[in-house]
Structures are given as C-alpha cells and as structure tokens.
C-alpha cells in the first residue's frame, strides 16, 4: 500500500539559512509526489509536483524538490528561507483510482527564527 | 471569492449532537473531497464527488458520517450523534477536472471541536 513518511516533525532555522524537508515513500509503481504547504489561517497550497522527467522540480515560492528513487525520497529544499515560509509542510502520494485522491504525510512543522 | 469557502470556520458540539459543514468549491470545479485532519496529522480522505455522484466514500469512518453534492456545486457533511473522537479539522478541496492531476485547491476548513 502506499504511504509517506515526514520523519521530522519540527524543523527551526534561522532566517536565510538554507532548508531541507525530508519525505520518503512507499509507492507500487512509478510514483507521483507533491509537496503542499499549510499557512496559519490558509487551506493547503500545492508548492510542486513530480509525475515523470526531470528529478529536480521547480516550485512556487523558490522551492524545489528531489525525486531519488534509489532512496525512495523526496525532499523539499529551498536555498534561503524567509520569515514567511514559517508553516506546516505536508508531503504527499495518490492514493489511486485515477483520480485526485491523496495520501499525506504527518507533516514538518517550520519555525523561522529572524 | 475565486477559493474554496467553508462554514462554519469554527464549531463547538456538545456529544450526541448532529451537525453539518458546508462546502463551496472554487465554481466549475467538478472534483470534490472531503478531508479530515486531526491534531498533529495530516489530512486524511473521506469522500469524492465527481459532479453530483459521491464516487467513493471508502475513507468515512462510520455510518454516523454522511456527505452529499446534490447539485454538483455545495457541498454537506453531515455527523449524526458527534462523538469526541470527530474533533478534527474538516477540509474541503476541489479541482478542476475529474481525471488525475495532483493539484487540489483546499479550503481552510472547518474545526470542529466536541465537549
């Protein structure tokens, strides 16, 4: 079955510095993986998505992710980390069906300390 | 607005109450899903709507649950006889098209806490 794992529940770094958000799956076949990100106040926002191609994949607000699949990862990096990316970060795999049903991970709480 | 909307944003029940979570997905939208996370958690999938048709309901934990899109736009979910375990935050999201595309638009959800 598939599933995510988020092994870091809570990550603090200081503003500027760079970030990495660990996400290892379990997936039955070539997987597609997302990364979403929960402000305080917000619904769940997509930040990028890997469906095949390129293992780097560019998101929105300077992040990028890494498809390994010879490590069943796929971490979140973004090179300079600013006050406003403080929220939580949820990691996530399609549940099948073919439609747009997920499975996602416990999440990464991010603090940023300025 | 151009989001997702749901009300009530918050709710308190007293046990053994019933109560209803509206949805308003982003019009247009033909995929719907309700999600349910609790403390601590990720989302966890309750239901889909395709249109109107509640397609899969698989991840409803009871018969207590109940949800329904009668005319492919709102959408109701219903618990019936609220125990404190349902104390989570329920989310709605839609997309755009029925078929597989990996992005969901959500809104900011429902917490509903139970006494």
């Known amino acids: 079955a598939q599933s995510v794992t988020q092994p870091d529940i809570h990550i603090t770094v200081s503003e500027g510095a760079s970030l990495e958000l660990r996400c290892n799956y379990s997936y039955g076949a070539t997987p597609y993986l997302f990364w979403y990100v929960q402000s305080p106040g917000q619904g769940l926002q997509l930040l990028l998505k890997?469906?095949?191609?390129?293992?780097l994949v560019q998101g929105i607000k300077g992040f990028e992710a890494e498809f390994k699949r010879s490590q069943s990862s796929f971490n979140l990096r973004k090179p300079s980390v600013h006050w406003s990316d403080a929220a939580e970060y949820f990691c996530a795999v399609p549940q099948g069906g073919g439609y747009n049903k997920l499975i996602f991970g416990a999440g990464t709480r991010l603090a940023v300390h300025p | 607005g151009a989001g997702v909307s749901q009300s009530p944003r918050y709710k308190v029940a007293k046990r053994g109450q019933d109560v209803a979570l509206r949805c308003d997905p982003i019009s247009g939208h033909v995929s719907l899903f309700w999600y349910q996370q609790a403390l601590g958690q990720g989302p966890e999938f309750l239901t889909y709507?395709?249109?109107?048709?509640?397609?899969?309901k698989s991840g409803l934990p009871s018969d207590r649950f109940f949800a329904e899109r009668p005319e492919g736009s709102v959408s109701t979910l219903k618990i019936q006889r609220t125990q404190q375990e349902d104390s989570a935050v329920y989310l709605c999201?839609?997309?755009?098209?029925?078929?597989?595309?990996?992005?969901?638009?959500f809104g900011e959800g429902s917490r509903l806490t139970v006494l």
């Open positions: 709507f395709q249109n109107e048709a509640q397609l899969d």
């Open positions: 999201a839609s997309s755009a098209k029925s078929r597989y595309t990996g992005e969901l638009f």
């Open positions: 890997y469906f095949s191609g390129d293992t």
